[in-house]
């Protein structure tokens, strides 16, 4: 099975910018969905970003459309999540997960197969 692991996160400000990294190793992610998701303590992990298997297919949470982007270099075996005009609602743990049944985009946690340890994002007012 992959090995997820995620990077990126940190303390950032209301209305700054994080670029989230998910690299995998121990196998390829080509042919499989891709998504992110964020939790908060004392509450569900909720679906933030998939992306399908090529990078041609995208969705997001309403909460987030705008405003993130989600991306993948499968040459890279990589996965990118670009959070941009954050406020205090986006802080939460991130965790990247690969959909191993299925090559497209996917916004249930009960279709991931591969989850990283997550990245922990903060952010100030």
């Known amino acids: 099975q992959v090995q997820l692991v995620e990077s990126g996160g940190g303390l950032v400000q209301v209305g700054g910018s994080l670029r989230l990294s998910c690299a995998a190793s121990?196998?390829?992610?080509?042919?499989?969905?891709m998504g992110w998701f964020r939790q908060t303590p004392g509450k569900e992990r909720d679906f933030v970003a998939t992306i399908n298997w090529s990078g041609g297919a995208h969705f997001y949470a309403d909460s987030v459309k705008g405003r993130f982007t989600i991306s993948r270099d499968n040459a890279e075996n990589t996965v990118w999540l670009q959070m941009n005009n954050l406020n205090t609602e986006d802080s939460g743990i991130y965790y990247c997960?690969?959909?191993?049944?299925?090559?497209?985009?996917?916004?249930?946690?009960?279709?991931?197969?591969?989850w990283g340890r997550g990245t922990q994002v903060t952010v100030s007012s």
């Open positions: 121990g196998g390829t992610i080509d042919n499989y969905g």
């Open positions: 997960a690969e959909n191993n049944d299925y090559s497209g985009t996917a916004k249930q946690l009960q279709q991931y197969d591969y």
